[in-house]
Structures are given as C-alpha cells and as structure tokens.
C-alpha cells in the first residue's frame, strides 16, 4: 500500500503565505509526476501545479507568478508555497502522485482559507 499525507494548511490573511507539504509512504519503487489540485466549494476540482521527476513544472494560469511547486525525491515529498494569496485561493488542496505500480494516488486534502 502506499498514502500520501498533505499538511500545512490554515487560515491566512490576504496577502500572506503558506507552505503546503506531501509527503508519500508505503511500497515506493519510483515516483513519476507529483501534483497539487484544489476544490472549492460548489465547484470542480481543479489543477493547481504539477512536477516531473525530472523537475519540470506547469501551473494554472490563476497562480502563476504566485505559487511554486518543488519536490524532495529523497524524502519522497512535494511541496506547494503560495504567496500573495487572496480569498479566491481559499480550497481544499489535494496532493496526488503517480507511482509506478499503484493506481493514482491521492491525499486527504487540507484546508486553505484566505480571509482577513
């Protein structure tokens, strides 16, 4: 089995920042690319950014500038920093990994609101 467990999550005025983390446990042969998604309320889930193994990265356009994303394939980890956030920002965030011989993975998710 494998899980990936996020963290990092709170309350946060507009304008600040946070640091969101996953980090995966289990069975790990390889991981391939590692993701952040987030859903607000009454609307679908959404893709935030996502990272290669390699390194490679792509984000949506409504956080490009703002957020990066980075992974520790040492510590089988990925990360999310967010800065300059705004209400519109305020989500559930879930992490999600392809790891090779296990379906797609995702985590619990972690609430993010951006409110002053």
């Known amino acids: 089995q494998v899980q990936l467990v996020e963290s990092g999550g709170g309350l946060v005025q507009p304008g600040g920042s946070l640091r969101l983390s996953c980090a995966a446990s289990?069975?790990?042969?390889?991981?391939?690319?590692m993701g952040w998604y987030r859903q607000a309320p009454g609307k679908q889930r959404e893709l935030v950014a996502v990272?290669?193994?390699?390194?490679?990265?792509n984000y949506a356009d409504s956080v490009k500038g703002r957020f990066t994303i980075s992974r520790d394939n040492a510590k089988n980890t990925v990360y999310l920093q967010m800065n300059s956030l705004k209400p519109e920002d305020t989500a559930v965030y879930y992490c999600?990994?392809?790891?090779?011989?296990?379906?797609?993975?995702w985590g619990q998710g972690t609430q993010v609101t951006v409110s002053s």
């Open positions: 999600n990994a392809d790891m090779t011989g296990w379906d797609l993975t």
């Open positions: 289990g069975t790990i042969f390889s991981i391939n690319a």
């Open positions: 990272i290669s193994s390699g390194g490679s990265t």
